[in-house]
């Protein structure tokens, strides 16, 4: 996520660092309260209120209350708690946009599901532009299906546009929620104010209907989870509302193209960030444990997230603090297991083959690392992209809402005289990639999945195997640009180095994503 010079102009970043309040500081606002155990105790709304707070929702199921006080004392009444594991206000710990070992499974892949599924065209107005679909083969995929209707994505993010018509009809609003509060306003109150989640929502599923694009799944429903705000701040209440909505509510995917937690990095002996990504990460697993598969960006840092060194750019709302780190400190929501996450790519070089793409190169921006990439998937690369994809055309086209047109750089907007008062817009960014990915999920689901399955039409590691098995392997590059790579990693100041082969590799994991191959489980050659 380059926060610096020509990088933070050239990109929609997935940045995703959170200001670290003071573990001594009390001050009137949010906290969350984390229990030991994995339940909340019967009294703790009696003593929430004699601490001088109130209860704004509680998350038995993971042990976590989220809690309103005025109270300088607040915090330290509740840590003489026993039961309590962390208390930490959450007023400075906002996550904020500034982009604009894999489960085995039968190689042959599951027998088709129960599900309902039909096909869908890649024909709408905007389609030429979407050399993204091309690259991953979703127009031969949709050929066999465009996902079933019995499908849901979680999109969590800052919000949809209910009104887009190119996402009217796939949207769920009943399933729709604004988390920003950390408790949960079902329905149109998830409404995008920002434009970074009604962009990813299109690419996973934009309908087919004849005008602007055609996302991934475009037969699915999608539920805008809004746990980011008008600003692109993501609060850990509202990341941790997220995940329990979609986990209670029969979610089969979400999308988290963000970071979550106090600092971009964070760490493990650290007692207020230890409080806050321990909620975050019983959530997330709370979530793949009610059949949730989730994916999530690697980030734009071009920093090797396995082998951290330095962490330059957090807090982003305050000065950064240089702090030298190390394995011990960790990315959420990537790097909490059964996570899948995904790095980002731009458009290759066509092949002698029509609809075959080669020498696939991981865009500039992208983070990588060995364990922490599951698979790469297109997020852009405006420099380095194959013409005529380079510059504005080599970033990722999708849905925008209207009511935050100056969001999107006037370059980047695209209109349909089809479709008139609509907008589409270019950006780029590892936020790009994820839903990519999200979207084939959501077709192996449609395509395999078992309605009658008591959590979830498809547990999670068989997702994540499928993909894994079906991606196109990616081979480490034996020579690059010299600009790119000239581009060093925005925290570590290290160059960009692949380590790995052919078949798993810290730059695109598995390989990329690749529609065709997941709907017909054939293996990535």
């Not at 329905?187 to 995008?192: F, K, V």
Request: some cysteine; hydrophobic content about 40%.
């Amino acid at each position: 996520m380059p926060k610096h010079g020509v990088c933070r102009a050239l990109l929609l970043l997935t940045a995703v660092v959170l200001t670290l309040a003071f573990a001594g500081a009390a001050s009137a606002g949010t906290y969350v309260v984390l229990y030991k155990a994995h339940g909340v105790p019967a009294n703790a709304g009696q003593a929430v209120r004699t601490a001088g707070g109130t209860v704004l929702a509680s998350y038995p199921q993971i042990g976590v209350i989220i809690a309103e006080s005025s109270q300088a004392s607040f915090r330290a009444t509740l840590m003489k708690d026993n039961a309590v594991d962390g208390v930490s206000a959450t007023a400075d710990f906002a996550t904020r946009l500034n982009d604009g070992g894999t489960d085995s499974a039968d190689a042959e892949g599951p027998p088709q599901g129960d599900l309902p599924n039909t096909p869908a065209t890649d024909a709408d107005s905007l389609s030429a532009l979407q050399w993204d679909m091309r690259q991953i083969h979703t127009p031969q995929a949709h050929a066999i299906t465009g996902g079933s209707p019995s499908v849901l994505v979680g999109d969590i993010d800052t919000g949809i546009d209910f009104d887009h018509p190119d996402l009217q009809a796939n949207i769920d609003v009943a399933n729709s929620v604004n988390c920003v509060t950390g408790a949960p306003v079902p329905g149109l109150a998830a409404q995008d104010d920002n434009g970074h989640g009604t962009h990813t929502a299109g690419t996973i599923a934009a309908a087919a209907n004849g005008v602007g694009i055609v996302g991934v799944a475009p037969n699915v429903k999608v539920a805008g989870i809004k746990s980011g705000n008008a600003d692109g701040f993501f609060f850990p209440q509202a990341v941790i509302c997220g995940f329990m909505w979609a986990a209670t509510h029969h979610m089969d995917v979400t999308n988290n193209s963000y970071f979550a937690d106090p600092w971009e990095y964070n760490c493990r002996n650290d007692p207020v960030q230890r409080g806050i990504w321990k909620a975050e990460q019983r959530a997330i697993l709370y979530a793949e444990q009610q059949g949730v598969t989730v994916v999530a960006a690697e980030g734009n840092d071009s920093d090797d997230t396995a082998h951290p060194t330095q962490d330059q750019t957090s807090p982003d709302d305050t000065t950064p603090v240089t702090r030298d780190i190390t394995n011990a400190c960790v990315i959420i929501p990537v790097e909490v297991p059964g996570v899948i996450g995904v790095s980002a790519t731009g458009s290759a070089a066509q092949g002698t083959s029509a609809g075959q793409y080669a020498d696939h190169r991981k865009s500039f921006y992208s983070s990588f690392g060995v364990g922490v990439t599951q698979l790469a998937a297109p997020g852009g690369d405006s420099l380095f992209g194959t013409p005529p994809f380079t510059g504005t055309a080599g970033r990722v086209l999708s849905t925008w809402p209207t009511e935050v047109t100056a969001n999107c750089l006037a370059a980047r907007r695209v209109f349909d005289a089809g479709a008139p008062g609509a907008l589409w817009c270019y950006q780029q960014g590892t936020s790009m990639a994820s839903p990519h990915v999200a979207g084939v999920a959501a077709l192996i689901i449609s395509r395999f999945g078992d309605s009658n399955s008591p959590n979830g039409k498809m547990r999670p590691n068989q997702v994540k195997a499928l993909l894994a098995q079906t991606a196109d392997p990616q081979a480490c590059p034996t020579e690059l640009p010299a600009a790119y790579v000239a581009i060093l990693g925005v925290n570590s100041e290290l160059p960009q180095e692949c380590q790995g082969g052919p078949g798993y590799n810290s730059w695109y994991g598995n390989g990329e994503v690749d529609a065709f191959n997941a709907v017909t489980h054939t293996a990535g050659n």
